[in-house]
Each structure stands twice: as C-alpha cells, then as structure tokens.
Nanobody, 123 residues
Framework: QVQLTESGGGLVQPGGSLRLSCAAS????????MGWFRQAPGKEREFVAA????????YYTDSLKGRFTISRDNVKNMVFLDMTNLTPEDTAVYYC????????????????WGQGTQVTVSS
C-alpha cells in the first residue's frame, strides 16, 4: 500500500506552465508504477501519463505527448507532471495513482490514488 498526495495545482494563464507533484508514503513506492489522470467537469476521467517504477520508461496519451512530461524521484518518494503550453482544455482535477502494471491506461488497475489537485487554465 502507498499513500499519495497531489499538490501544485492552481490558476495559470493559457500558454503557461505548471508542475504538479505527488508525494508518496509507505514502503512500496519504489516498486510501484505511477500514473497521472485528469477529469474535467462533464468529461470522463482521462489517462495522461505513466512512468515505470525505475523511472526509465514513460508512456503518454498521444494527444498530450510533447506538452506533458512525467518524472519521478525515488529518493524523495515523489512523482511529477510538468505541463507546458496549457490551454483551457487542460482544466481538470489531476490525480496520481499507483499500479502494479506498466503501462496501463485503465483506472481500475491502479490500487491507490491521491485526493486530486485542481488545475484551472484561464485568462
């Protein structure tokens, strides 16, 4: 079991950048593959990115690849999502999750989730 807490959300201008952080606690983080999902009002929860436990491989949804970057620091027990060239379509609650699988876009294959952090892209 791993406990996750997201932070770093807020209001950002279109075209801006933002870094989201996910802090993990518990002994299983370094063995856990991690992912980011987001859910906008009125839309389905959407897979964003995943990173393997070692941090050496990543996977992105095609529409976001090149703008979003997932990374992790296993010494600090942290996973990050760096977002660039943000648009209002990126407005959503962003969640991090832990999974036994890599990669997986299926939210049902994530066994632990954070509480989410709100990202609002608006001028």
């Amino acid at each position: 079991q791993v406990q996750l807490t997201e932070s770093g959300g807020g209001l950002v201008q279109p075209g801006g950048s933002l870094r989201l952080s996910c802090a993990a606690s518990g002994p299983t983080f370094t063995n856990s593959n991690m992912g980011w999902f987001r859910q906008a009002p009125g839309k389905e929860r959407e897979f964003v990115a995943a990173i393997i436990s070692t941090g050496t491989r990543t996977y992105y949804t095609d529409s976001l690849k090149g703008r979003f970057t997932i990374s992790r620091d296993n010494v600090k027990n942290m996973v990050f999502l760096d977002m660039t060239n943000l648009t209002p379509e990126d407005t959503a609650v962003y969640y991090c999750g832990a999974s036994y699988y890599f990669p997986t876009t299926n939210q049902n294959r994530y066994y632990s989730w954070g509480q989410g952090t709100q990202v609002t892209v608006s001028s």
